[in-house]
């Protein structure tokens, strides 16, 4: 109780709210609760798929940018291997670029 007394007040509220919502929670019925965990499982899926999706995307977006940098450099003349060292990519790729 000391320990709570201490914390500050928003971090009690948040900590009441957070309660509040498990005691809601173990009230359920069975149906309710059953309900509950098909809603939450749901929304934990969908929420993996956006995360997974922007983690592609964000991979994709990079790979194009080294791509575009690399014909860039290409295009005004630097060397092949200034370009690996600055991309990472393979000379095979460069030259595919």
């Known amino acids: 109780m000391d320990k709570l007394e201490r914390m500050p007040f928003k971090a009690q509220?948040?900590?009441?709210?957070?309660l509040e919502k498990i005691a809601g929670v173990a009230n359920l019925t069975?149906?309710?609760r059953q309900e509950y965990d098909e809603a939450l499982k749901v929304y934990?899926?969908?929420?993996?798929i956006v995360d997974y999706a922007e983690e592609k995307g964000e991979i994709k977006?990079?790979?194009?940018g080294i791509k575009r940098t690399a014909r860039k450099m290409k295009?005004?003349?630097s060397s092949l291997e200034y370009i690996m060292e600055c991309t990472g990519l393979s000379e095979e790729d460069i030259h595919n670029l």
Not at 61 to 64: P, Q, S
């Open 44 to 48: 934990r899926d969908c929420k993996n």
């Open 30 to 32: 069975k149906e309710e």
């Open 61 to 64: 977006g990079e790979i194009k």
């Open 75 to 77: 295009e005004t003349g």
């Open 13 to 18: 509220k948040q900590l009441f709210e957070k």
